[in-house]
Every structure is written in structure tokens, then in C-alpha cells.
């Protein structure tokens, strides 16, 4: 079927004028491209500057509201050429070991639901500014290994394995508080338990920060006789995390027990010689070991104040750090 194309001709009336005359012709087939998706698809572009001069030779797409080329007028809002600005943080990925006994709060239950909620909300307000964050938690709040170890005939590595079971219990917990506000988060574990939790596969996981999701790690290394310390450095060394948190119920690291000494001095920074030379209870000798050979800095914060987990993952001076240094001001990626 021909379907008529208007065509618009001039056929002079006299010598000084002409009149426009229409006229139709049929349509056919090597016509219908005309009318194909690719031409009603096209896009324009229209630069509306007055020069070209007027913006350093800058195109107009690469500019945007503030004048500024390849970068957005707000931090952490997406720019015009696709990209996002990020505020300078100190640490881009990091590691936070949380202890069994700080999940237990006040210690009238097993794990307090505030303290998770607290946690889950401070990780939230970080992750958000592009900081990937892995979790280890610990399982003393239900069961410790070294406690057991020996009674009614429990011998060590059972007990070591029970303890490991208690971190998953933490861990899932951990998960479903964090989930319930937003926060995508993934547990893995160091044994399979492939029903609730997902097998510890280190380039899963670094996959998993990489696209924005927290992963809790649980079951500690899944060997007995090495702590969930030993297991928060080790993960820290395998994803390649720059920092090791570690959140505490105490301020950080004293000179003394601060609970029989109230003139205990808080130390800001320290080497990992002073920590073993002085034999200071930070971490375990194995765990403090394994930091130093892998240049892994540890900070030493208290979890109970609001606001340390986000002051401390993004780089902010709190509690101790020990195998680096405070900067004034802190890098940018």
C-alpha cells in the first residue's frame, strides 16, 4: 500500500511571483527508512554558550554548575561526567573487630539490641560516603573457649570450636540489625555452615566491599587455639584493608588499669615494640605480630561513646593508634 508523501513544489504564475503547489507522491519501500526507530531515536545536543573562549576551551558537557570540570558543586553527589566526588577520609577500607563482651552492653543479656542498632546505624552513616567496612566479632558474650577448656572433660579444641560457633551467632544477629535498616551486609564463615551463611571466599568478599556491602566475617581463622584478634588481623592482611579497628569497652590504651589508677595516662599513639615490650593487654601477641609484619595499624577505641565507630573508620583522632601516626590533615583517594 502507497502511502502519499506530501511534496511541496513552485510553479510560476507569472513573471514577478510564484505560488506554492502541493502535490503527492506514493511512498515506497526504499522511503520507509525515512521513518526507521534509528532516526526517531536521534538526540541533539544544543550548546547554549555565548563563546567558545568564555570557559578555557572546556567543552560545556565537562563543565558543570560551579564552573569546576569533572567534579560535582556537593561532596559525594554525582558530578556531569559521571563521576562522584568523595569527601578526604583517612582510610577507604577498613576492618572493625568487635568484641563479644561489647555486644553484650550492660550484660544483662547475651547481646544488647542497642548496641547492635548503634553499630549498624554509625557503619551506615560511613558507607555511605564510599568507605568499605568488614566486620570480625567476637563470641565471649556466650561462650569462651579458653574459659571451658577442661570442664566435664572439654578439652580445648572442642571448647575453641564452640567459641566459634558463638561468633556466628553474633554475626548473624549483627546482619539482621544491620539489614533491617538498609545496609546490605553478607556473613562469612571460616567452616561451612552453607545454610546460614556464606563460606569464607577471600575474592567473594573483596568483591562484596567492592560493591558496597558490609561483610561480617565469623568463626574466627576456624581453628582452635588463635583468637578472633589473631582472625580480625589475618582477614584485615587477605582483603587488602588498611586498618584494623579495634572497639573496645575502654577508652583506648593506658599506661595503667584506669579502673584501679584513675590518673592512668591514655596513650595516643604507640610502636609495636612498646605494645610487646610493655606486655600492654591490646591484642594478643599473635595478632600484634601479624599487624606489624603487614604494616597493618591498629586503633584502639571505646565502642560505648556515640560517634567513635564513624570517627574512627573515617580516620579521626580517637582512642589509641599504634604502628602509625596522626595526621593533621588526612589523606584524600
Known amino acids: 500500500m502507497a502511502i502519499p508523501l506530501p511534496l511541496t513544489s513552485y510553479s510560476p504564475i507569472s513573471t514577478s511571483s510564484s505560488i506554492p503547489r502541493t502535490s503527492f507522491v506514493p511512498l515506497t519501500p526504499r522511503h520507509r527508512n525515512f521513518f526507521s526507530e534509528q532516526n526517531f531515536s536521534r538526540r541533539v545536543l ?21 564552573g569546576l570540570k569533572g567534579q560535582s558543586s556537593f561532596p559525594g553527589m554525582p558530578s556531569f561526567d559521571g563521576t562522584t566526588s568523595k569527601p578526604p577520609v583517612k582510610w577507604r577500607r577498613v576492618l572493625l573487630k568487635v568484641s563479644g563482651e561489647a555486644l553484650a552492653g550492660d550484660e544483662e543479656q547475651n547481646i544488647d539490641p542497642k548496641v547492635t542498632m548503634a553499630i549498624a546505624r554509625e557503619v551506615a552513616a ?10 570480625v566479632v567476637g563470641g565471649g558474650n556466650i561462650f569462651r573457649g579458653s574459659t571451658w577448656a577442661g570442664c566435664s572433660g572439654l578439652d580445648r579444641s572442642s571448647a575453641d570450636y564452640i567459641g566459634m560457633l558463638a561468633t556466628v551467632m553474633n554475626a548473624i544477629f549483627l546482619q539482621a540489625t544491620m539489614e533491617s535498616i538498609g545496609i546490605p551486609t553478607r556473613v562469612q564463615t571460616a567452616f561451612r555452615m552453607s545454610e546460614v551463611a556464606e563460606p569464607y571466599i577471600r575474592r567473594r568478599a573483596i568483591r562484596h566491599l567492592e560493591k558496597g556491602r558490609v561483610v561480617i566475617f565469623a568463626a574466627g581463622t576456624g581453628n582452635p587455639f588463635f583468637t578472633t584478634d589473631t582472625a580480625a588481623a589475618l582477614r584485615c ?39 610487646t615490650s610493655k606486655d600492654l593487654s591490646v591484642m594478643d601477641m599473635t595478632a600484634i605480630t601479624l599487624c606489624q609484619e603487614n604494616n597493618i595499624p591498629v586503633v584502639v577505641f571505646n565502642l560505648s561513646e556515640p560517634g567513635n565507630i564513624a570517627k574512627a573508620i573515617k580516620g579521626e583522632r580517637v582512642g589509641t593508634l599504634i604502628g602509625g601516626t596522626w595526621n593533621s590533615t588526612v589523606a584524600a583517594t
Request: with cysteine; proline share 4%; hydrophobic share 30%.
Open 237 to 275: 592482611a587477605e582483603i587488602n584493608a588498611e586498618v584494623v579497628l579495634k572497639a573496645t569497652n575502654v577508652d583506648g590504651v593506658f599506661d595503667d588499669d584506669p579502673k584501679r589508677n584513675p590518673n592512668a595516662r591514655l596513650h595516643e599513639s604507640l610502636t609495636y615494640q612498646e605494645v
Open 126 to 135: 560511613v558507607t555511605r560516603l564510599g568507605i568499605e567496612v568488614a566486620i
Open 46 to 66: 544544543i550548546s547554549c554558550s555565548s563563546s567558545s573562549s568564555s570557559n578555557n576551551g572546556s567543552t560545556p558537557e565537562s563543565m558543570n554548575g560551579s
